[in-house]
Each structure stands twice: as structure tokens, then as C-alpha cells.
């Protein structure tokens, strides 16, 4: 989906969301008009002055013979349906088009602060493949995980998972501090690109020395590279799936 066609599927789904309470506003204006003309015997025109103006109904009859009870009675019933089908009309469009806003920050307040009290946790740089993977499996195991992500689509993914993370770049000092670095366990480096994955092991090594960390590479090249940065162990997926499935066969 382009950029730019966000605002209209938008708009869409909040004229979704409005259609019931803004047909139902309609039909009692159309009700209210259809039945002052019934029962008062005035023009289309007049009866709608009279759905906006319940007042002028004393001052028709004031020169004219009619029903006057029973309009008044059906303007108080028309009225009371009204005032209750704008006001549902209001609040259903103010709540599609702020309640979706006001709970996406409510869950991101308390991501951090849960996240602020957390330690001895795994702080996990990417949430590709290797890195949901990595979090889902250690969290079956009872551990708890902080993701770093910079990826505003893969970031919602995280927090639809329920998992606590950071909107960042592991790469940054104040990032791998949000995500508590000096009270982790275990830091993965799990992004796809193996030189970001060994500048976030060689920052965290610094910011955290007694941190355990392990670095994803895509190759055996960079392997002695990324234990030079400070990694405790260096996976290469490719390398581990190839063992993995000759040990099985």
C-alpha cells in the first residue's frame, strides 16, 4: 500500500464506521417531515421549519385548526430521536477517529514503563524471520524479551505480538538503553545485514561488558570479525539449518 493511499482507505473505513448512526439521523429526518406533512397538512418545506423549529408549530395554530395535540405529541418523539441519533452520529465519528489513536498510545506508555522494570532479559536488534523467531522460542521458555526495531511496520508487529520494544536503531547508544542493556542477559543481533549486526555488538560490548552476545552474520567471512567486536557466539542461519538437517538425515 503506497503512502499516499492511506487517507483514502481511511476515509473509507471511517465512513464505514459512520454510515449506520448517519442513516439512522436521516430516517427520522425523513420520518419527521413525512409525518408533520401527514399530520398537519403543510407543505414539505413548512414541516421541515418544524423539525428545526418545534416553536413555530404554536405559532401555525395560532392562526390555523388542527391536530395541534397530536403534532406537538409526534414533534417531542421526533425530537428526543433526533437529538439521540446526532449524538450517536458524533460520538461513533469521534471514536473511529480518535479512539484507535488514544489506545495505540495507552499501549505504548505502558510498553514502557513494563519496560523500564524489566532485567535479565534478552534485548533482540530485529524482528525479521531469525529475530521472531529467536523471541518467540525464549519466550515459550519463560524468558523475557525486549526487540529493537527501526521498522514502523515490523515495530506494530512486535506490539501486536505483546512483546516489549523499542522504536529505534540498535546502532544507538540511547536505544540500547531504553531497551535496558545494563540489565540484560543476553543481547542477539538478529538483523539481516551482518556489518549492523557487529556495530551493535561492538557498542553493546562497551555499554554492557558482562553482556552475553551473539551475532548473526550471513557467512563465515565475518565471523572473526563479529568475535573481535566482542561476540560470545556467532550464528550463520544458513550454516546451523545445513547441520540441523544433515544430523536428522
Known amino acids: ?44 418545506v413548512e414541516a421541515a421549519f418544524w423539525l428545526l423549529d418545534p416553536s413555530s408549530i404554536e405559532l401555525y395554530y395560532q392562526t390555523a385548526s388542527g391536530p395541534v395535540d397530536r403534532v406537538k405529541t409526534f414533534a417531542i418523539v421526533v425530537r428526543v430521536a433526533l437529538v439521540g441519533a446526532m449524538v450517536w452520529t458524533g460520538e461513533t465519528a469521534l471514536t473511529a477517529t480518535f479512539g484507535g ?65 523499542v522504536e529505534g536503531d540498535a546502532r544507538r547508544e540511547g536505544d540500547l538503553r531504553d531497551a535496558g542493556v545494563e540489565r540484560a542477559d543476553v543481547l542477539v543481533a538478529a538483523i539481516d545485514d551482518s556489518n549492523v549486526n557487529i556495530q551493535i555488538a561492538l557498542l553493546a560490548t562497551q555499554l554492557a561488558p558482562d553482556l552475553t552476545v551473539v551475532v548473526r552474520v550471513g557467512d ?12 560470545d557466539e556467532v550464528i550463520i542461519p544458513e550454516v546451523a539449518g545445513g547441520e540441523l538437517v544433515s544430523e536428522q538425515w
Open 1 to 44: 500500500m503506497t503512502r499516499s493511499n492511506v487517507p483514502i482507505v481511511a476515509n473509507r473505513w471511517l465512513l464505514r464506521r459512520v454510515a449506520r448512526p448517519v442513516g439512522t439521523l436521516l430516517g427520522v429526518i425523513v420520518v419527521g417531515i413525512a409525518g408533520f406533512v401527514h399530520l398537519g397538512g403543510v407543505s414539505t
Open 101 to 165: 489513536q488514544i489506545q495505540e498510545e495507552l499501549r505504548r506508555v505502558r510498553n514502557q514503563r513494563e519496560r523500564a522494570s524489566t532485567s535479565d532479559h534478552i534485548i533482540i536488534c530485529g524482528y525479521g524471520m531469525f529475530g521472531r523467531t529467536v523471541a518467540e522460542r525464549s519466550r515459550e521458555r519463560g524468558r523475557e524479551v525486549v526487540v529493537i526495531e527501526r521498522n514502523d511496520a515490523q515495530y506494530n508487529r512486535v506490539l501486536d505480538a505483546d512483546v516489549l520494544g
Open 220 to 231: 563465515e567471512t565475518y565471523e572473526s570479525v563479529a568475535r573481535h567486536a566482542g561476540a
